[in-house]
């Protein structure tokens, strides 16, 4: 069984999915859901948070690809991040390793989770797989994939994540790698649920600080997420308030 394990360049995603697209006669709907949590909730400011958040992606019709390419989420600005406290681990160092953690500083890991996917060219439908979240250093989250099935695939990439201004205050871009897309020749992975939790705590002259910090409470905290996908299905976009009260 192959080991995938090379990132993937953005710009040869984004060419490839317009390239399919441009081919495609029309784009098709896609219904997608998204939760996202803070804890503890009611929380005062500069109190450590947590954050879970779950999505979940069906296609309108039967046979629709739905491969997903990239997702843009957009956070409020209610929050304070710390990455500079805590050690860091990029995907190259994963990668390298060949999918293993050990090259990653104790303390770089804020978060993990899991997901669902199909595979249909392979008939293989609700293929469990986890994902684990680093550090990645100032504006880099560093993701790693895993999943046996039907092949093993085992990758780590970056996204970026950014300050930004307006009714959001972060905003942070996925490109999925190509490789996590089609893992084998003609076997493209659908993404079905994902869920997963991001939070991290290091004790700092004695005081407990958190990657997430409240940086203040306020009734209405918007955060929204825009699934674009590879082929056939047309880009969606769902606005949600954050739950923390």
Known sequence: ??????????????AAAAALLAGAPAAFATRATVN????????????????AVSAS?????????????????RFPDHVTLNRRLFPVCRAATI?????????????????????RADVPAADVFNVPGRITIFNGGDGVVTVHAFAENPVLVSEAFECRLVRTSGRFGYRLNIEVPYRLQ????GWFVELRT????VGAKTKVR???RGLIEVER???????AVTFSFLRESAPVTVNRLLDWK
Do not use: Y
């Open 1 to 14: 069984m192959p080991l995938h394990s090379r990132l993937s360049c953005g710009v040869g995603v984004v």
């Open 206 to 208: 004695g005081r407990t």
């Open 194 to 197: 994902l869920n997963f939790t």
């Open 182 to 185: 089609e893992i084998s020749e």
């Open 95 to 115: 990668n390298a390793a060949r999918g293993s953690f050990a090259g990653c500083p104790a303390g770089s890991r804020i978060g993990a989770g899991s997901f």
């Open 217 to 223: 409470w306020t009734d209405n905290v918007p955060f």
């Open 36 to 51: 996202a949590k803070a804890m503890p909730q009611n929380a005062a400011p500069g109190t450590p948070l947590t954050l």
């Open 57 to 73: 992606l069906s296609p309108d019709l039967p046979d629709q690809s739905m491969t997903l390419a990239a997702a843009d989420v």
